[in-house]
């Protein structure tokens, strides 16, 4: 079975339609590496303004939790839109299960606190025609 971030299109209607081809993992790797040290501070911020299903969001967070931020803390710095609601959906899953497997405590309250900062920090909508003031209004959550 082929890995979500080894796909590189979900199908050829969604192409041509909406232009939708993902980055692949080893590019969003290379692009990764080539950022200096000090983007993976605690208080650093990324916005990925078509995220798709999340490829650069996830090796953002696992680069972070690499670099020992707190799981809670690192998601609530990463951003991502996307104008598909299935690629939010898969995008906020695979960040979650990053988020666990690198230490978030999911027995208690830290992932319900979690799962609010992804549905807040990754959202639906068109980062090319909309302002992103109203793309992560609270009310849009």
């Known amino acids: 079975m082929t890995k979500q971030e080894d796909l590189l299109t979900r199908s050829k209607a969604r192409v041509k339609e909406l232009g939708e081809v993902f980055t692949p ?12 040290a000090d983007c993976w501070l605690p208080d650093k911020t990324f916005l990925e303004p078509s995220c798709g299903t999340g490829n650069f969001l996830v090796q953002i967070l696992q680069r972070k939790l690499n670099n020992n931020h ?3 803390q690192a998601l609530s710095t990463i951003y991502g839109v996307d104008i598909m609601k299935d690629n939010v959906v898969e995008s906020r899953k695979r960040m979650l299960q990053i988020a666990i497997d690198g230490g978030l405590d999911c ?7 979690a799962v609010k900062i992804l549905k807040r920090n ?5 980062a090319l025609e909309q302002p992103l003031e109203e793309i992560f209004r609270k009310d849009n959550a």
Do not use: S, W, Y
Not at 25 to 36: F, H, I, R, S, Y
Not at 107 to 112: A, F, T, V
Not at 122 to 126: A, D, E, K, M
């Open 25 to 36: 993992a080893a590019l969003v790797t290379e692009m990764l590496d080539k950022l200096p």
């Open 70 to 72: 707190q799981p809670l």
């Open 122 to 126: 990754i959202r639906q909508g068109n």
């Open 107 to 113: 027995e208690g309250p830290d992932l319900r606190k």
